[in-house]
Nanobody, 129 residues
Framework: QVQLVESGGGSVQAGGSLRLSCAAS????????MAWFRQAPGKEREGVAGISGDGGTTYYGDSVNGRFTISRDNAKNTVYLQMDSLKPEDTAIYYC??????????????????????WGQGTQVTVSS
C-alpha cells in the first residue's frame, strides 16, 4: 500500500547538477518528516538531508551542506533533493524515507535510520570526473 518512488537519478560530470524526486502514496504525507539517505558500494548508508512535515526545518549531512537542498510540496506528496556542484564522492544509490512523525523532537533524530517507517527502492546517481 505505502509507496515511495524515487526518480531523477542518472550520470553527470563533476560540477554538474541533478534534481531527485520522491513521490509518496499510501499515508498522510504532511504528517511525516522526510529524508534522503545514500549508500555507496562497500560503505554504510548515511544521512543526506531531512525535512519536517511542514517544510519549515531542514537538516544536512556535513559532506553536502551548502551544495544540496531538500524541499517538499505537500500538495503533490513529493519531496525533492536539488544537488549542485556534484563531486565523484556523491556517487551512490539515493533513498527516500518517511519518518515516524511530523517533526524531529531532537535534532539528531533526523539521521536515525531505525526511526523511519517507509523506504523507497532507490535511484542511482553517478558523478564522473
Amino acid at each position: 500500500q505505502v509507496q515511495l518512488v524515487e526518480s531523477g537519478g542518472g550520470s553527470v560530470q563533476a560540477g554538474g547538477s541533478l534534481r531527485l524526486s520522491c513521490a509518496a502514496s499510501g499515508f498522510t504525507f504532511r504528517d511525516r518528516c522526510m529524508a534522503w539517505f545514500r549508500q555507496a558500494p562497500g560503505k554504510e548508508r548515511e544521512g543526506v538531508a531531512g525535512i519536517s512535515g511542514d517544510g519549515g526545518t531542514t537538516y544536512y549531512g556535513d559532506s553536502v551542506n551548502g551544495r544540496f537542498t531538500i524541499s517538499r510540496d505537500n500538495a503533490k506528496n513529493t519531496v525533492y533533493l536539488q544537488m549542485d556542484s556534484l563531486k565523484p564522492e556523491d556517487t551512490a544509490i539515493y533513498y527516500c524515507a518517511a519518518y515516524r512523525s511530523s517533526y524531529y523532537i531532537y535534532d539528531g533524530y533526523w539521521r536515525k535510520q531505525d526511526r523511519y517507517m517507509y523506504w523507497g527502492q532507490g535511484t542511482q546517481v553517478t558523478v564522473s570526473s
